[in-house]
């Protein structure tokens, strides 16, 4: 009985010494799509700051994949970090390729950064892949002319954007009407100092 008792310790002692070398897995193993979806869970309950090691870790993981990039780029240009916004939104842009909702986000980001020529051109370009529903990017595009000082066309966008945008869409709504409105306080001022 003795000996089989020792035999027992012998080979638990062998296996718990066995088990704590195993070497470390350095890989990351929540599946791509879960990240995504917890960082989304988070974002959702206002935990931005849980979600982006989730996300850096997914564009890690897959980083010819967009999502995770363009989820990092909208959530610093939450936190006012425009510069680290434009970063991830290029990486987004680069592997996603002309995706109108990441260059109408990184239009809005260049807007911001004083870049607004580039901003037009982003916009631009999202316009021309034909998005649905279009009122958000002419939206953007009204704001990157007024931003231009291009006033009439800025003032033209933006009631079309309003015109094409559905009622129940009420936040949208008055978002356009503050924008026609503020477009049309400073054509009106620079009339007056004409």
């Known amino acids: 009985m003795i000996w089989l008792r020792r035999l027992l310790v012998a080979f638990l002692i062998v296996a718990l010494f066995s088990c704590a070398r195993l070497p470390r897995r350095e890989t990351l193993t929540m599946p791509y799509a879960d990240r995504i979806k917890l960082a989304s869970i988070y974002i959702q309950n206002g935990q931005q700051d849980q979600a982006i090691p989730l996300l850096k870790d997914a564009a890690r993981q897959e980083g010819d994949r967009p999502e995770a990039w363009a989820m990092l780029g909208e959530l610093f240009w939450l936190k006012g970090n425009l510069a680290e916004s434009s970063a991830y939104l290029e990486k987004a842009l680069k592997v996603g390729k002309e995706d109108p909702v990441v260059l109408n986000n990184l239009a809005m980001v260049e807007a911001a950064r004083d870049n607004p020529e580039r901003a037009l051109a982003l916009v631009d370009r999202a316009l021309a892949r034909d998005p649905a529903p279009m009122y958000p990017y002419l939206e953007t595009r009204a704001r990157v002319l007024l931003k231009l000082g291009r006033y009439q066309k ?37 009339k007056i100092e004409n």
């Open 154 to 190: 800025a003032l033209e966008e933006a009631k079309l954007a309003l015109s094409i945008t559905p009622d129940y869409e009420k936040k949208m709504r008055d978002q356009l009407e503050g924008l026609i409105t503020e477009i049309e306080k400073e054509k009106g001022e620079l």
